[in-house]
């Protein structure tokens, strides 16, 4: 007979997946993104108007994708928090004394038994809260550690983005959130939990995939 505990990880994962599915993934497509902004200087009062009206929409676009990160981060981190609480209730770990996202995603993928260097799965994770950080604090270590682990989230001269913030540049402003990035991050939240499900019929392979 499983225990409430056992079925966490189940839930976990459903509660991930319709966050994703009806929330997520809507208000991203809701979105205008344009592939390319037009620069210089505009022939008419109207197109430099729509020139500023695409430069909003992607700026916006990708604040939303930002904070939707932040919204799966905080969601997992919390998970894994419940679920190890709950494995030390029933006697099964000893988490009292571990402190910070990475000690406690660790300890939870060892209870688990879990290889966090399947498929990326601890680094796109890691990644993540890395991500969830700079959205919230900007510039400062966690900025650091991410552009140092994963510089493709930055680009200079993007085609398809302008900072809208006047002044000299802030680093953590040009971070890039795009759609793909997000379904490595709930495929990785998701597949974590299906690994970690013990009940019949887990779904350790979600069917999250970048286009």
């Excluded at 500023?52 to 676009?61: E, G, K, P, S």
């Excluded at 799966?72 to 190890?84: D, G, N």
């Excluded at 990644?127 to 510039?139: E, K, T, Y």
Aim: aromatic share 8%; glycine share 6%; net charge negative.
């Amino acid at each position: 007979m499983s225990s409430n505990t056992d079925q966490l990880p189940r839930v976990f994962q459903a509660n991930l997946a319709r966050l994703f599915d009806r929330i997520i993934l809507p208000g991203l497509d809701a979105l205008a993104v344009h592939p390319r902004l037009e620069r210089g200087e505009a022939a008419t009062l109207d197109a430099f108007l729509d020139r500023a009206a695409a430069q909003v929409d992607n700026y916006t676009a990708n604040e939303a994708a930002k904070a939707y990160v932040l919204t799966l981060a905080a969601m997992f981190e919390r998970q894994l928090s419940v679920w190890a609480r709950a494995r030390q209730t029933e006697g099964r770990g000893h988490f009292s004394r571990i402190r910070g996202f990475e000690a406690l995603l660790t300890a939870c993928a060892d209870q688990a038994g879990i290889d966090l260097q399947r498929d990326r799965l601890g680094s796109d994770l890691s990644q993540m809260f890395l991500v969830a950080n700079v959205v919230r604090h900007g510039d400062g270590r966690s900025c650091e550690a991410l552009r140092a682990a994963a510089p493709e989230l930055w680009e200079t001269d993007a085609p398809d983005y302008l900072d809208l913030l006047p002044g000299e540049a802030v680093v953590s402003e040009h971070l890039r959130m795009r759609r793909r990035d997000l379904i490595r991050y709930i495929r990785a939240a998701t597949c974590f939990w299906g690994l970690a499900d013990r009940l019949p019929m887990a779904v350790a392979d979600p069917p999250y995939r970048e286009d």
